[in-house]
């Protein structure tokens, strides 16, 4: 059988050096963590031209929705409040476009990071825009190592981190926004130990898992747990063609 081909989503991110020339950027440690489970990574420019979309669609076995900047809070009805990050509304028009139809496929689909937060926001949830506005004593955007641990999730049972995990797992930590109202359709299956959502899972499609934290960053450098969650994902895409194919 042949290597899924997996999409991952990109930033627009502004060239210092040039005037109006945007660049498409993401992090390594996407690409590598899923060459290192068996995939063939494809990254994906930011585009407006749906039909491109629905053509990008129908080449990829897979679709993670990486980290990056802040959803644009008009998209769950608030205005911004003063420590909003920045928001790049061409790229959750984007994102959300591929998303809606990658989802018609019932192909795999991973958030994370920002990721989790768009998912959320698809289904009619909405973000915590900073961490100031939640009531917590815990360090959720760390300034150590990519990769290094820093708090503990709590799992409930019935789904791939579970199956991974078992009932606890320790995370690192980058984010500074969160969920706040939960999308429809939707199940947290992870909370930090401040209530914090820290993973969710919609039961009605067969893999669509979102993470707030970056395995990427663990995987890529070692972590055998965290790439797991990379291995499940492939291992879906993989099902997926063989149900195709009536293997």
Known sequence: MKKPIIAITSSMDLN?????DNRTMVSLDYSNSMINSGGIPVILPIT???????EQVKYFDGLILSGGGDPDPNLYGEDC???????????????????EEFLKTKKPILGICRGLQLMNVFYGGTLYQDIKYVDTNIQHKQKWLADLP?????????????????????????????????????????????????????????????????????ASRGNLGMKKIFDKFIESCKNLEKQKQGG
């Open 16 to 20: 210092p050096n040039r005037l109006n």
């Open 48 to 54: 407006d031209n749906f039909e491109v979309i629905k």
């Open 81 to 99: 409040l003063q420590e909003l990050g920045d928001i790049t509304p061409e790229r959750d028009t984007f994102e959300l476009a591929i998303l």
């Open 150 to 218: 820093t708090h503990d999730i709590n799992i409930l049972e019935n789904n791939i981190l579970f199956e991974i995990f078992g009932k606890k797992a320790r995370t690192n930590s980058f984010h500074h926004q969160m969920i706040k109202d939960l999308g429809r359709e939707l199940t947290s299956i992870a909370t930090a130990n401040d209530g914090v959502i820290e993973a969710i899972q919609n039961k009605n499609y067969p893999f669509f898992y979102g993470v707030q934290w970056h395995p990427e960053m663990m």
